[in-house]
């Protein structure tokens, strides 16, 4: 079996859980692992790996190092999400964390499952401006774009701070003032902050308290966030839409698509639903709805340069024009 037919079969697995990892060859286990680890994929593979289920020995040993350090990362992101919490909430700054295990707790059972990143935090400007201070006081570093930070906040919707080298068990916090920032994304507010803020309700994770957005908000953003944002380039943004709609089967369909239209993200909404049915079938109302939505002649020609399977074989290099082409799409 070729390469790239083992690696199909074996995502294709990840989104059932299932551990289809029996057909990866010693051969071929440097190549399968460093596309799990491009796609973020790697610790939900190395996860749900099924000792009944046999394997060459070097990819179990991979699995299992993988398995150890996401751990390890774990424990220090809750330890560092405890410890700038509480330093905001002393310092009266009013914030909302998303995504990460805010959002993935109810995708995986458990947050180790998946890549762990940023912790991200949705907040006013001017509380951005607060918290950012605060944390170049603990040593983060501000990741500036546009040659200062005051410019940063003046032109873009979200500020980086970077973990001190020194400190190397921390985590980059990204403070964002805009959901869908212009213009490092695209010159569209598809979703704004105050979609976030309505009708939210109470979360946890770790005995961590946090408000939370309704689920027909939350997945809208997984659309966006996947289609104008990475346009593809990472299943692991498929995967969570696609277990987002096995986990919450009594979403609100016709809310989705009202709020998509209103704010005229309908085709981010296809093109998002024909990614995730190429690898997960959706349910039959779904697809109805995704049959709603009518991309223009010049949407549908272009967009077919970035199609669903071969992504999973593109590099960062071999993607970009196919990305960037996309991207006009949903412009």
């Known amino acids: 079996m070729k390469k790239e037919h083992v690696l199909f079969n074996c995502i294709k697995g990840l989104i059932s859980f299932e551990d289809r990892f029996d057909t990866v060859t010693p051969e071929i286990t440097d190549w399968i692992c460093e596309r799990l680890a491009w796609h973020k994929l790697l610790p939900l593979a190395a996860s749900i790996s099924d000792p009944k289920t046999r394997k060459c020995e070097k990819l179990d040993s991979i699995f299992q190092n993988v398995i150890i350090n996401n751990a390890i990362r774990e424990k220090n992101y809750e330890r560092q999400t405890r410890h700038v919490f509480h330093i905001f909430e002393d310092a009266s700054i009013n914030f909302m964390p998303y995504k990460g295990p805010f959002w993935g707790q109810q995708l995986y059972p458990e947050y180790s499952w998946r890549h762990i990143g940023d912790i991200d935090l949705l907040l006013g400007i001017e509380d951005a401006r607060k918290a950012s201070s605060i944390l170049q006081e603990m040593g983060f570093i501000p990741d500036i774009m546009e040659g200062s930070e005051d410019q940063d906040f003046a032109a873009r919707g979200a500020l980086t701070l970077l973990s001190n080298p020194s400190r190397k068990a921390e985590f980059p916090v990204q403070l964002h003032w805009e959901l869908m920032p212009s213009p490092r994304f695209l010159k569209k507010r598809y979703l704004l902050s105050q979609h ?39 299943f692991v943004h498929i995967m969570g839409m696609a277990h987002f709609i096995k986990k919450i089967p009594d979403l609100n369909w016709d809310l989705i698509y009202e709020l998509a239209e209103k704010q005229r993200a309908l085709i981010p909404l296809y093109y998002g639903l024909k990614f995730i049915h190429a690898f997960s079938p959706l349910p039959e109302n779904v697809v109805t709805l995704k049959n709603r939505i009518a991309p223009r002649f010049y949407n549908r020609m272009a967009a077919t340069i970035l199609q669903p399977v071969p992504t999973l074989f593109f590099t960062h290099k071999q993607g970009k024009v196919r990305r960037n082409l996309f991207r006009v799409v949903l412009s």
Not at 221 to 230: F, G, K, R, V, W
């Open 196 to 234: 976030f803020f309505q009708d939210t309700s109470s979360a946890e994770w770790k005995n961590i308290p946090f408000q939370i957005p309704r689920p027909e908000v939350q997945f809208l953003y997984y659309i966006l966030h996947a289609t104008c944002q990475h346009q593809f380039m990472r």
